[in-house]
């Protein structure tokens, strides 16, 4: 995983509340393997729509995104944030998320921030762009700072660019020292 320290792009806003994560990546788009090509599928149903929201052209490359309350919500779809991720988003900004969906962003490098409802509504309406930086815990842009909270161990985790496996490896010696102290309960050359 790439570390995140902060991001600076126009957003792109999806104004639209209980986006459930079905909405974000259809289940007919499940049968990959692969962590990437996700994007492609993103929003798929709405993309079909004349004036979809982030087909206007002035979102294009947009690495943020704001959005409404509850997104993300539905079931725990490891691919919605694969998708959103895939397509080009770093962070997304929303009042509030599904938790596990919250969670599975933040094991991949994708930020969720959340926000008042009314700060993220002033976001919307900034022309321009936005920056969200984990670092100090504030979205800046158009004349506005606002503090966010976010977990400190997701936060280290995200800064240092460690997901799980990582994190488990930085205690690779003290794991090999256990395992070399600790007999061994089963003969392991002798099940070959």
Not at 140 to 165: K, T
Request: hydrophobic share 40%; with cysteine; proline share 4%.
């Amino acid at each position: 995983m790439k570390a995140f320290r902060s991001v600076t792009s126009r957003a792109a806003v999806l104004d639209r509340n209980d986006v459930d994560t079905d909405q974000i990546v259809p289940k007919q788009f499940l049968k990959r393997i692969e962590r990437t090509g996700f994007g492609q599928f993103l929003f798929h149903a709405w993309r079909q729509e004349p004036g979809f929201e982030l087909e206007r052209p002035e979102y294009a490359g947009a690495r943020i995104l704001l959005t409404g309350r509850n997104f993300g919500c539905g079931s725990s779809r490891e691919h919605a944030p694969w998708a959103l991720q895939d397509y080009g988003f770093d962070a997304i900004v929303a009042p509030s998320y599904g938790d596990i969906f919250a969670q599975n962003c933040t094991k991949i490098g994708l930020l969720p921030v959340v926000l008042p409802e009314e700060q993220v509504r002033e976001l919307m309406a900034v022309d321009g762009e936005l920056t969200v930086d984990l670092e100090a815990r504030e979205v800046r842009g158009g004349g506005h700072v606002f503090a966010f909270a976010f977990d400190d161990f997701a936060r280290h985790s995200l800064l240092h660019g460690l997901d799980e496996i990582g994190l488990t490896l930085q205690h690779e010696e003290r794991i090999a020292a256990y395992e070399r102290e600790r007999p061994q309960l089963v003969d392991t050359l002798a099940l070959g």
